[in-house]
C-alpha cells in the first residue's frame, strides 16, 4: 500500500479504488491466472487517444495529416516509456520473477503499457476529465517536444546543433558520482558548457545519464524560443 500511495503523491491522483490501480501495476506475467493490465491499457490507450485529438484540435494550428503525425508522435510507445521512467513507474510493477530479473522494470513496452493502463484506471476510479488533466499534465514536455519537432530526438546532438547556432560553445560531460552495487549503478552527470554547469542527469548508464543531462538543459533553451501553437 505504500507503494501505491508513494505513486499516487508522484502523478498527483489519489484512488477511491486501490484494487483498480494495482490490477494497472499487474504484469501478465505476475502470477498465475490473475488479472493483469492488459484491459486497463486497452481503455487508458482510448481515453489519451481522444485527450491529445482534442487537444490539438482546440489550438487551431494544425490540419488533420498534422494532427495526426503529431498524436501519434506524442502516443508511440517510445514517447510514453519515458514518460513512465521518469515517474519511475517501473518501480511499483508487479512482474514475475523471469520477467523482473531479465530487465522487465526498465523494458520500454513493459512501461508505455502501465503507463496507459494506469491512466485508464484513472478514468475508471474518476472521469474524463480528471484522466484528461493528468494526463497533460504528465506528457507536458513531451507534448513541448513534438510540437517544436524534437521529441524522440537525440538531445545531445540536438543540443549541440542548438548552442552552434549562436556560438563555438564548448558542451562538456562530467561524471560526478556511480552509486550501487555494479549491477545496479545510478550514474550522476553534469553538463558544462564553456565550463559553467547548466544541468545535471541521472542515468542507469553513464550514456543515459548524459543524454538526460543534455534534455535538461535542452528544455531550459527551448523554454525561452516563442512559439504561437503553444
Known amino acids: 500500500m505504500k507503494q501505491i500511495e508513494t505513486l499516487e503523491k508522484t502523478i498527483g491522483y489519489t484512488f477511491k479504488n486501490r484494487t483498480v490501480v494495482k490490477e494497472a ?19 487508458g490507450d482510448a481515453v489519451l487517444e481522444l485527450t491529445m485529438s482534442e487537444y490539438l484540435f482546440k489550438m487551431n494550428c494544425y490540419n488533420e495529416g498534422q494532427m495526426t503525425k503529431l498524436r501519434a508522435s506524442i502516443v508511440c510507445s517510445e514517447s510514453l516509456s519515458k514518460a513512465a521512467a521518469e515517474i519511475g513507474l517501473g518501480e511499483y510493477l508487479l512482474l514475475g520473477k523471469g520477467e523482473a530479473v531479465t530487465g522487465g522494470r526498465k523494458r520500454k513496452s513493459n512501461l508505455a503499457n502501465a503507463f496507459e493502463a494506469v491512466l485508464g484506471a484513472v478514468f475508471m476510479d ?20 513534438a510540437l517544436t519537432g524534437r521529441l524522440n530526438n537525440d538531445y545531445k546532438t540536438e543540443l549541440q546543433e542548438q548552442i552552434q547556432k ?13 552509486e550501487g552495487p555494479e549491477h545496479n549503478k545510478t550514474f550522476h552527470v553534469s553538463l558544462l558548457i564553456n565550463g559553467n554547469k547548466e544541468s545535471q542527469g541521472l542515468g542507469k548508464t553513464k550514456k543515459e545519464a548524459e543524454q538526460h543531462a543534455a534534455k535538461q538543459c535542452l528544455m531550459t533553451l527551448l523554454a525561452k524560443e516563442e512559439n504561437p501553437c503553444i
Open 166 to 178: 549562436q556560438s563555438d560553445n564548448v558542451i562538456e560531460y562530467a561524471l560526478e558520482e556511480a
Open 25 to 43: 501495476l499487474t504484469h501478465s506475467s505476475h502470477g498465475t491466472g490473475e488479472v493483469n493490465n492488459e484491459r486497463l491499457e486497452y481503455l
Open 126 to 145: 474518476s472521469n474524463y476529465e480528471t484522466a484528461k488533466a493528468l494526463i497533460l499534465r504528465l506528457l507536458k514536455e513531451n507534448i513541448h517536444l
